[in-house]
């Protein structure tokens, strides 16, 4: 089994092996980089109203995964989000409700604290209730750009192919990279709202 195994309420969850070897993660990346690369914006979707290009906030360049592209990437990790949300998180109807975002913090680069869901209710379901992140690059590749949960010091220092899910209403952030290009593959996953 991937993940641990006892079954307990847990919002902050990491791979204990990887998801991915590094030929599928060289694959990940190569897909990701053949689709149009797009600056990150902060808020809703890039296009719709609300997204803000801010630099102070967020920098990094993303792309699209779609569904088609790398549909056995999506059945993987969908079906590790179901265990992992069974043995911990407890959440009603998850499913894949987004394409996955291909992530590149060069140097420099950084994501400020923010939490994943809309706090406000403001869209309708499904609503954002577990996050990922996936490490692409090999941890030799870059420095810095630690992914920080909660507070400052809780710092998730996942592998390459490893993956940490989290509740998405859980604060976290992408500390400035110092050398290097981080690259990782981060989906959403939804459903009911949350009661």
């Known amino acids: 089994m991937i993940l641990t195994e006892p079954r307990w309420k847990s919002y902050i969850v990491e791979t204990t ?22 600056k990150a914006y902060v808020g809703n979707k890039q296009g719709i109203k609300g997204a803000t290009l801010d630099t102070k906030t967020r ?5 699209w ?37 291909y992530t590149e913090y060069p140097e420099g680069g950084f994501y400020e604290w923010h939490v994943d869901n809309d706090v406000n209710c ?17 941890n030799n590749e870059f420095e810095g750009g630690d992914l920080e949960l909660m507070t400052e010091g809780k710092i998730a220092k996942i592998k390459q192919g490893h993956a940490i899910f989290f509740a998405s209403f859980i604060r976290h952030r992408v500390k400035p990279v110092i050398r290097g ?13 949350l009661k």
């Open 17 to 38: 092996t990887p998801i991915f070897t590094p030929e599928q993660c060289q694959m990940i990346i190569n897909a990701g980089r053949s689709e149009p690369k797009q």
């Open 59 to 63: 920098t990094s360049h993303i792309s």
């Open 65 to 101: 995964i779609p569904f088609k592209k790398m549909s056995d990437m999506y059945k993987d990790i969908e079906k590790i989000m179901k265990t992992t949300n069974g043995n911990h998180f407890g959440f009603d109807g998850m499913q894949i409700t987004e394409m996955a975002q």
């Open 122 to 138: 403001q869209h309708e379901p499904p609503v954002r209730k577990i996050s990922m992140t996936c490490l692409l690059s090999p």
């Open 181 to 193: 290009n981080r690259k990782s593959l981060v989906m959403w996953f939804g459903g009911t709202p």
